[in-house]
């Protein structure tokens, strides 16, 4: 059995801004493209995964779920305001089913090689998240949304794959003994 070390208020609450943060802000940067087939939103959103895989890692399922849960609530109300109402909500469902799916993932895979659980997670979820988000925001609009849903697609899993340096270098930095 992985016994996993309490995430304290603070570690929470750090983890929980970041997560708004990343999520409140990739909705915003979605509305604006790049180019025909990529927004600035792909960019961004994938960083959301590197934040819940090293809590799984570092905390467990259950904490990076609290955190999911929370900035799901928090983000949601943030971009109802600062987004549009279909934007908002076609995030939130995203956002519940990639990253439920990503910690998932992460967890059956945890104790294979350091880089599967990550890797391997973060790409599924980030097709399950492309495609609920585009088709719920998009879908009977004037925007080329199912181009766009390969851009944005093919840029956060290569975000994904860049996102294991830091994950590594974080995972590294965790386990040092606090001086």
Known sequence: MTHFSAMSTRQFGVAFACMVAIVVGSNI????????????????????????????RRFGPRA???????????????SVWLASPRIALASGSAFLIAQLTDITIFDRLRHQRWWRAPFIGGAIAAVFDTVAFFAIAFAGTDVPWTTLLVGDLAVKLLVNLLMLAPFRALMWNLARPAS
């Open 29 to 56: 940067l979605v509305q604006y493209p790049i180019n025909p087939w990529l927004t600035w939103g792909a960019i961004t959103y994938p960083v959301s995964f590197l934040v819940t895989d090293v809590l799984n």
């Open 64 to 78: 990076a779920r609290r955190v999911v849960y929370g900035g799901f609530a928090a983000a949601l109300v943030a």
